[in-house]
């Protein structure tokens, strides 16, 4: 079966650094989404991205964050200069069609020192 | 605004026991909900959607819009059943997913 893979597993980064986290959908999915959830937390949404651009996006998504789709593979979350309270699980998610369900990968763990 | 609330943050049950895992939400239309679970060191999988109306490894949840709840139940506990369960919702018109907190479920053998 299918799955959405995440790379790396783990990343640890210097504050101020940039970032990007990469997501491999599973491929006949057409609606992509990005959350996090910051140790003991819940998940929180960030953003979700259909037809190549962004369809929303939350409060935690600012300009330090951005996404893409450029190969029409890969889906990408980019956070320019990273700060403390980046440090999270960052969660991909696709869907196939827009009532379907989400299938989520196994996370990237995002420590910012 | 919408709101996911699971009050319990831990659940303790012995094996075979029922096993009742609390969602209330706040959202004024009509959404949809569902239950995702988080077996130790997996990812996040849908265990069910209220749409579905099917039971999955023996877990049923009755969206009660009277109650503003989705109560996740099984009648016999198993070990197999120990995780991290999230309750979600999805608002009318939206595709993102908006979770409570999560109750992590043990079972005791």
């Known amino acids: 079966e299918p799955e959405v893979t995440q790379t790396p597993s783990h990343q640890v980064t210097q504050m101020g650094q940039e970032v990007i986290l990469r997501c491999v959908p599973i491929?006949?999915?057409?609606?992509f989404y990005w959350y996090r959830q910051i140790l003991g937390q819940k998940v929180e949404f960030l953003v979700s991205?259909?037809?190549?651009?962004?369809?929303?996006k939350s409060e935690i998504f600012d300009d330090q964050f951005s996404v893409e789709r450029p190969d029409g593979s890969n889906f990408t979350l980019k956070i320019r200069s990273t700060k403390l309270e980046d440090s999270a699980m960052y969660f991909c998610?696709?869907?196939?069609?827009?009532?379907?369900?989400?299938?989520f990968g196994p996370g990237t763990r995002l420590t910012v020192l | 605004a919408q709101r996911v609330t699971q009050p319990e943050k831990l659940l303790s049950v012995f094996k075979g026991a029922p096993v009742e895992l609390k969602c209330n939400y706040s959202?004024?239309?009509?959404?949809?909900l569902f239950w995702y679970v988080q077996y130790s060191r997996q990812r996040l999988q849908l265990l069910l959607r209220?749409?579905s109306r099917e039971s999955i490894k023996g877990f049923t949840a009755d969206l009660n819009k009277g109650e503003t709840s989705f109560h996740l139940k099984k009648p016999f506990a198993q070990e197999e059943d120990s995780a991290m369960y999230y309750c979600a919702l999805r608002g009318n018109g939206a595709n993102n997913l908006f979770f409570g907190t999560g109750t992590r479920l043990t079972v005791i053998p």
């Open positions: 209220h749409i």
């Open positions: 491929s006949n999915h057409l609606y």
């Open positions: 959202y004024s239309g009509s959404p949809e």
């Open positions: 998610a696709g869907q196939q069609g827009a009532i379907n369900t989400q299938y």
């Open positions: 991205f259909y037809n190549n651009e962004i369809s929303e």
